[in-house]
């Protein structure tokens, strides 16, 4: 008996297509795809969450101070004009602000590492600057995972995910499902 269903795919699409639909779980939680593809993002999916259940909070808080540019009213950099060497320069302004920020201890640090070999990065865009790379932000799902399902599956011991069976799929006869979680 096989380890795992190889889904009729190579070795890297197979994986490609796990990760894919991982970080979607993840993203959205819950996905639409067949049984047999939804047994195994679930074995995938369950793994990550464990870990981050395990070290949810396994962190030191440190206080810090950042350099954080000055802005005007319409958010833009003020800049001051110097002079070095006879030439002009125009220099960006900064305050200095503490700030307390979570570091990793490293089992953390490790756990997080083994998120981001599974997971793709995820990039929002807002629907009004659709195809336009202003107004995106990146998507911390490790950030989610730790703080978000670390905390609400806190006091489970597995089973963070469901599969519910809606049907048979037109053409193919393969059943489809609807991974998500609980």
Excluded at 78 to 97: A, M
Excluded at 126 to 145: I, S
Aim: charged share 40%.
């Amino acid at each position: 008996m096989a380890m795992y269903r190889k889904l009729g795919k190579k070795a890297d699409q197979r994986m490609a297509l796990l990760r894919n639909q991982v970080t979607q779980l993840i993203y959205h939680g819950k996905i639409e795809t067949t049984e047999a593809r939804a047994k195994e993002v679930r074995k995938i999916a369950e793994h990550l969450i464990t870990l981050a259940v395990k070290e949810k909070d396994n962190y030191d808080e440190v206080t810090v101070t950042a350099k954080v540019a000055k802005k005007d009213k319409d958010g833009k950099r003020i800049k001051e004009t110097i002079e070095v060497d006879g030439k002009k320069k125009k220099v960006t302004q900064y305050d200095e602000v503490e700030k307390t920020i979570k570091k990793d201890q490293p089992s953390r640090l490790h756990a997080r590492r083994q998120m981001l070999k599974v997971l793709y990065p995820v990039v929002e865009v807002p629907t009004d600057a659709a195809g336009k790379k202003a107004g995106t932000k990146k998507v911390d799902l490790t950030a989610k995972l730790f703080d978000e399902y670390g905390t609400k599956y806190a006091g489970r011991n597995g089973g963070y995910t469901r599969i519910v069976k809606i049907g048979e799929r037109r053409g193919d006869g393969a059943m489809k499902v609807i991974l998500e979680l609980v």
